[in-house]
């Protein structure tokens, strides 16, 4: 009988389908990983098993009690803790008052801080690591951090630890003893399962690996039976599917050119942009790739480097200044930073080109009409009327609007973050042509995008960034879904193996 | 037929607060004769004029979905000072400009600090509000000033021919010009877009901070002139006055449909709204109910405004995403 077990689990989301039939067990004192690329299914997975979210069919059976769906608290009772990547912890206040967060320790009125304090340090001293409990948790860095979420778990008489990225906030030195730490836990009979994008790390603790691949489950093998290369075949091992439009030929001219770019949590930046040119930008999330964008956009606070485009140079403190030098963004969380959702889709249109539409700070009605139904058109934008607001619209109608808004601004530059992320197959075709109608155009387009094979369907070049840097560049006949996976992981010697030099 | 009471519904949707004053106007009448009477609405008018100047500015604040709690002792500090000037004999149109100038100044002040230190308007304006306040009886020594000149006088106690005062025509001129500058102006579409997403505003090209400097600037200047109105009204200037405008026009801002999340709102709106609770207090008077239980009703008013708004924002949260979700899965 299995600790936890998972039975042909399926859980839908509007457009897409986030778990597909998928049957996974857990035992105790083993360390799982759990593999995939983004948008794989991890999340909604970990979401299943904690009880945030409740599939549409299948079973979870816990000690061999079966449920169609679990709530939090059964979760909890069960001894299933999770520590997600962004801490949960309230700052300020002690490590031990952290650990024992929720929990009652002592009397009706007052909290026993000494029993407190005596079973953190405890816990803190079979890590065999030095916390005083006493401290206060601002003072901790990342690493320890995490432990006191780890501990947190633990004091909750956790079964079974889900790790969500748990060394993503860590250095490689807190990373090993985060690392230590979970083998420990793994002789004291607790499972924990194991999600993250280091390769490096899941060989070196996992006992076995499971991958998940757009919502199908594909395989669980032992670790010893892998390696890198066999994982990552695993991973990405689909077959590319859609068709993309013919583009014409870019030029060689560079519009836009990037040089040692530093700040909002990237390094080093340096890459060029050809006219008529898509530049795929690949990476995990968190790769510091939309940062890169926001940085070069103005967005952000740059630290160093320069940002050259079509020979003048750019300070780009404010989008105030990306926008005049024909730079534009079309951002990645289209509700939040693309679109304004309780206004008009006219408004939308034209409030980056609204001052030239404007006569003596007077809006030139008959302009305004002018541009927002020209590139309503140009876009296809289904809607009954351009003045109904664009939350009335379905997503790939919104992410139109949001591409409308920032062409009005005439950019020869676009930076496009996510640009079919949440639309339906029919919309991301007709976002896959307007790119290509684009580019036609003259336009150039760095695209940064999760997907596998738009990346790779639509680019010309693709740069692959891993923490915040430039990892590897791939040219249209280098492209291979290994190469970017091995490169978007940190994985530098298998790919010099393979790139022919 | 069908189509005109469309349209009529519609016109009362969009008009809530003015169809809200109606009725109230009517209530009021049936109870006391003389209500509607020429006299007491001139007073209505007159006596809020100048607060509807300064809930003019502060709707532009709140559209951008802040909210300045420093405008009551602002008004106080700002009509003490320009008090003195007048008794002093600085020229009238001086003392006017200096007000504004005065509440320009303040009002960018907390705005700076508030943009550069990133702390929430509604705190800075907490730690500015009590400066004026101690400024303000500093100065004053919590003495009256008063015996202000004839010509000083006419600002907000004249009248055109006993048909229409002074405050009214002001209040009026204001209202029209910054009515062009919201709905005319790109700059005034700036300012509802920031409101609805200050991310996407900044993202889209939209110097936020500027915007956002300039009303304050805006703001201040009327809340400068509604400080003279207001002294040259009364006819003296005491710390303790105009303190509570602050709440009055914070209230009648939300009564007209203001969202304290911003992004919309209409002036129109809060003109009503300040025009309700005039009534409503002139109303009170007249039957005789005391100062301070109509502190108790303009409170509960408050809460209520206040309770509309966040319930009409749930609603809409809802309705949103639910007609969002719809539409996806007709596709897929």
């Known amino acids: 009988m299995s600790l936890l077990e998972l039975k042909n689990i399926t859980k839908a989301f509007p457009g897409v389908v986030a778990l597909n039939n ?44 079966v449920h169609t769906s679990i709530t939090p608290a059964i979760s909890r009772a069960a001894g299933i803790e999770v520590v997600y990547q962004e801490f949960n912890l309230v700052p300020g206040v002690s490590v031990a008052e952290n650990v024992f967060l929720g929990d009652k320790l002592g ?83 607790i499972c924990v399962i194991y999600i993250s994008h280091r390769m490096d790390e899941i060989f070196r603790i996992a006992d076995c690996i499971s991958v998940l691949r757009d919502g199908e489950y594909i395989a669980t093998k032992p670790a010893s039976e892998l390696t890198r290369d066999s994982l990552i075949e695993l991973m990405v091992g689909r077959k590319l599917k859609e068709t993309y439009p013919h583009r014409a030929k870019m030029s060689e001219d560079v519009v836009l050119d990037v040089e040692n ?46 940002i050259r485009c079509l020979g003048k140079e750019i300070s780009a403190k404010h989008p105030v200044q990306a926008i005049a030098a024909g730079i534009g963004l079309i951002p990645e969380d289209r509700k939040g930073e693309g679109v304004f959702l309780e206004f ?88 896959y042509k307007l790119m290509s109608e684009l580019t036609n155009e003259g336009i150039s387009i760095v695209m940064i995008t999760s997907e596998m094979e738009e990346l790779m369907g639509m680019s010309d070049r693709i740069i692959v960034m891993h923490e915040g840097r430039i990892s590897g560049e791939l040219e249209r006949h280098e492209f291979s879904q290994e190469k970017i996976l091995a490169l978007a992981s940190g994985i530098k010697d298998s790919v010099k193996m393979e790139v022919p030099s | 037929m069908k189509n005109a009471a469309n349209w009529g519904i519609r016109l009362i949707k969009k008009n809530i607060p003015w169809v809200v004053l109606i009725v109230l106007l009517v209530v009021f009448n049936s109870r006391s004769a003389n209500f509607l009477s020429f006299k007491n609405i001139y007073n209505i008018l007159t006596q809020n004029a100048y607060v509807a100047v300064a809930a003019i500015g502060i709707t532009l604040i709140m559209m951008t979905g802040h909210m300045d709690l420093s405008i009551g002792y602002q008004i106080s500090l700002i009509g003490i000072l320009t008090a003195m000037m007048v008794v002093a004999g600085v020229p009238v149109f001086l003392c006017v400009l200096s007000a504004m100038l005065m509440g320009a100044v303040i009002c960018v002040i907390n705005c700076i600090i508030s943009i550069n230190f990133k702390i929430p308007l509604i705190m800075v304006s907490l730690g500015m509000m009590a400066i004026c306040q101690g400024v303000s009886y500093e100065i004053s020594g919590a003495y009256s000033i008063y015996n202000f000149p004839h010509n000083f006088a006419f600002i907000g106690q004249g009248s055109f021919g006993g048909v229409v005062s002074t405050p009214i025509i002001i209040a009026t001129v204001i209202f029209i010009i910054m009515s062009i500058v919201l709905n005319k102006t790109y700059f ?16 889209a090209g939209i110097s936020v901070n500027q915007v956002r400097l300039t009303i304050s600037a805006i703001e201040g200047a009327l809340i400068g ?71 108790v009703v303009k409170g509960l008013i408050m809460l209520f405004a206040i309770g509309i708004d966040v319930y009409m924002i749930k609603r809409r949260h809802s309705h949103a995403t639910k007609r969002i979700y719809e539409t996806e899965s007709t596709h897929s």
């Open chain 1, 261 to 306: 770019l530093t700040g909002n949590g990237v390094y080093d930046i340096n890459f060029k942009l050809h006219k008529k040119e898509i530049l795929g930008i690949a990476g995990l999330v968190g790769a510091g790739r939309t940062e890169l964008a926001k940085l070069i956009y103005g967005a952000a606070k740059r630290e160093k480097g320069h």
């Open chain 2, 225 to 295: 002139l509604a400080a003279v109105m207001m002294i040259s009204r009364v006819g003296s200037a005491h710390s303790s006055m105009g303190v509570d405008m602050g709440f009055t026009c914070l209230t009648g801002i939300m009564l007209g449909g203001v969202s304290i999340r911003g992004g919309e709102g209409k002036l129109s709106g809060s003109i009503a709204g300040i025009l309700i609770l005039g009534v409503l207090s002139n109303g009170m008077q007249l039957a005789g109910l005391g100062i301070y239980i109509q502190y």
């Open chain 1, 344 to 431: 008009p889709i006219d408004w939308n249109i034209s409030i980056t080109a609204l001052k030239p539409l404007s006569k003596y700070m007077f809006i030139d009605r008959k302009k305004v009409d002018e541009v927002s139904f020209g590139y309503a058109k140009k876009l296809r934008i289904k809607a009954p009327d351009l003045s109904s607001p664009v939350k009335t619209l379905s997503g790939g109608n919104q992410q139109k609007v949001a591409l409308a808004k920032t062409l009005a601004g005439e950019n020869d530059i676009l930076l496009f973050d996510e640009p079919t992320r949440g639309i339906d197959v029919g919309a991301k075709q007709e976002i």
């Open chain 2, 188 to 203: 005034g579409r700036y300012i509802y877009m920031i409101g609805s997403n200050s991310d996407a505003a900044n993202l």
């Open chain 1, 107 to 189: 009397g009706r009125f007052f909290q026993n801080f000494k029993e407190m304090n005596r079973s953190t340090a405890e816990v803190f001293r079979s890590f065999g690591i030095e916390i005083s409990p006493r401290q206060s948790i601002n003072e901790l860095s990342n690493s320890h951090k995490q432990l006191v979420e780890i501990a947190k778990a633990l004091t909750k008489n956790a079964k079974i630890l889900i790790l969500d990225e748990p060394s993503s906030a860590l250095a490689a030195h807190e990373a090993n003893i985060l690392l230590e730490i979970v083998t420990r836990l793994r002789k004291q009979g």
């Open chain 1, 22 to 65: 998928v049957s996974l067990h857990f035992e105790p004192g083993q360390i799982h990983a759990i593999m995939g690329e983004n948008g794989a299914g991890k999340s909604t997975l970990i979401r299943i098993i904690s009880g945030a979210e409740t599939p549409d069919s299948g079973t979870i059976s816990i000690n061999g009690t």
